[in-house]
């Protein structure tokens, strides 16, 4: 079975401060691992996801996200918050091939707030 | 990327009724996902809907309380039925296009009273 933790419900942070939102995740062989965020009343974006290759996934508005096997996490990184960064981040797990479920289980979500 | 039109946005419904929400995507897709996020919580899995075959349900989910259909490659539907309040929530279809990636409805949301 697949799942994600997102062992922190709210962090904040200072605008102009760097910003780190954990997620560690279980699945059996390779995942595949997304990050989503939900601002108030309004549907998922997609920010950002990790199929293979570099370790250091680049997605929008500035995100990134690290991959890191041995610890099984996939961290949401920002070098610089804005008030505007703050939202409900979910990060998410697909069990990769040769599964072909496509089932996309998600973490119970961080709610980050950031500060003037 | 695909496009998924979700209908009703919204709705207010007495307990003991039915709602069916029903998903449209611009393109044929084998599955299609079925997603509830109760006030303040997480997105949960209810069940994936494959065209022409029964859909399958996580576990916690029952087809007497959530049926799916899924007549073809472009449309599905969920019917929430026998609702009360403990129902009130968003739900969410989303289907899985290329290189893995996932487009998502705009959401129902759903009050019972």
């Known amino acids: 079975a697949q799942s994600v933790a997102q ?5 904040n942070v200072a605008e102009g401060n760097p910003l780190t939102v954990k997620c560690t995740y279980s699945v059996s062989g390779n995942p595949y691992l997304f990050w989503y965020v939900q601002y108030p009343n ?5 920010l950002l996801k990790y199929i293979t290759g570099d370790n250091l996934v680049k997605g929008s508005y500035g995100f990134e996200a690290e991959f890191n096997k041995s610890q099984t996490s996939f961290h949401l990184k920002k070098p610089s918050a804005l008030v505007s960064d703050s939202a409900l981040y979910f990060c998410a797990v697909r069990q990769g091939l040769p599964s072909n479920t496509g089932k996309l289980i998600f973490g ?8 003037p | 990327s695909a496009v998924i ?6 709705d207010i419904c007495q307990r003991g009724t039915s709602l069916t929400i029903q998903c449209q995507v611009d393109s044929q897709v084998t599955m299609m996902f079925w997603y509830r996020q109760q006030p303040g919580q997480s ?8 065209q022409g075959s029964e859909a399958t349900y996580e576990s916690g989910f029952v087809i007497d309380k959530f049926p799916i259909s899924r007549p073809n490659l472009t449309f599905s539907t969920l019917t929430v039925s026998n609702m009360s309040p403990e129902d009130s929530s968003i739900y969410l ?3 899985e296009i290329s290189v893995y990636g996932y487009t ?7 009050t019972v009273v």
């Open chain 1, 108 to 115: 119970q979500g961080t709610t980050l707030q950031v500060k």
């Open chain 1, 7 to 11: 062992p922190e419900d709210q962090v």
């Open chain 1, 42 to 46: 309004r549907g998922l974006q997609f």
């Open chain 2, 93 to 95: 279809c989303s289907v």
């Open chain 2, 43 to 50: 997105l949960t899995l209810i069940a994936t809907a494959n």
């Open chain 2, 104 to 110: 998502f409805g705009s959401g129902t949301r759903l």
């Open chain 2, 5 to 10: 039109s979700q209908k009703p946005s919204r």
